[in-house]
Antibody
Framework: EVQLLESGGGLVQPGGSLRLSCAASGFTFSSYAMSWVRQAPGKGLEWVSAISGSGGSTYYADSVKGRFTISRDNSKNTLYLQMNSLRAEDTAVYYC?????????????????WGQGTLVTVSS | EIVLTQSPATLSLSPGERATLSCGASQSVSSSYLAWYQQKPGLAPRLLIYDASSRATGIPDRFSGSGSGTDFTLTISRLEPEDFAVYYCQQYGSSPPLTFGGGTKVEIK
């Protein structure tokens, strides 16, 4: 059974940093691309970032480019999202998601499985 | 960027009725790369349909997807109590970035 467990969310001040983690199990983690998708309170879904199975290719939404960094440690079956220069509009539940492919294309894929999410609140 | 518009915003129906949800795209979605997700309050989205009409693993056959180009439909043939939720469409494989629709809430009438 595929399981994705996010952690690392919390309250942070504007301009601050936070690192999210997503522990994966139930599949061969290194064989699949992964994504982060977020959902602001009461709002819809927004794709944030993606990474190929090897970690060699990364992709970002314009709204987070230059501030967020996606990475993965295939030896630990863990996906990360380093978030810097956080803004109030980054407040959201952040989900990690498994993609159906190894190589990620910039035009994206559907998200096969999702974690339960972790809440990030940016506020003073 | 492809904009997806879902209609209606809210659908009020009774258990056992048929639900028809629409998703319109501002540009043609290549190769029918469109997915549908179900989200219940406080839970993560769940993949229902991908490639416009392929059911994801474990999804009951009362859920079906159709459409191509700029017009797509999710049909729930007979609503079960557990089907009342918010549904999102998502396009991928076309011009980046991938995008989601604003959602349709299916509520109990």
């Amino acid at each position: 059974e595929v399981q994705l467990l996010e952690s690392g969310g919390g309250l942070v001040q504007p301009g601050g940093s936070l690192r999210l983690s997503c522990a994966a199990s139930g599949f061969t983690f290194s064989s699949y691309a992964m994504s982060w998708v977020r959902q602001a309170p009461g709002k819809g879904l927004e794709w944030v970032s993606a990474i190929s199975g090897s970690g060699g290719s990364t992709y970002y939404a314009d709204s987070v480019k230059g501030r967020f960094t996606i990475s993965r440690d295939n030896s630990k079956n863990t996906l990360y999202l380093q978030m810097n220069s956080l803004r109030a509009e980054d407040t959201a539940v952040y989900y990690c998601a498994k993609e159906p492919v190894y190589y990620y294309d910039s035009s994206g894929y559907y998200h096969e499985y999702w974690g339960q999410g972790t809440l990030v609140t940016v506020s003073s | 960027e492809i904009v997806l518009t879902q209609s209606p915003a809210t659908l009020s129906l009774s258990p056992g009725e048929r639900a028809t949800l629409s998703c319109g795209a501002s540009q043609s979605v290549s190769s029918s790369y469109l997915a549908w997700y179900q989200q219940k309050p406080g839970l993560a989205p769940r993949l229902l349909i991908y490639d416009a009409s392929s059911r994801a693993t474990g999804i009951p056959d009362r859920f079906s997807g159709s459409g191509s180009g700029t017009d797509f439909t999710l049909t729930i043939s007979r609503l079960e109590p557990e089907d009342f939720a918010v549904y999102y469409c998502q396009q991928y494989g076309s011009s980046p970035p991938l995008t989601f629709g604003g959602g349709t809430k299916v509520e109990i009438k």
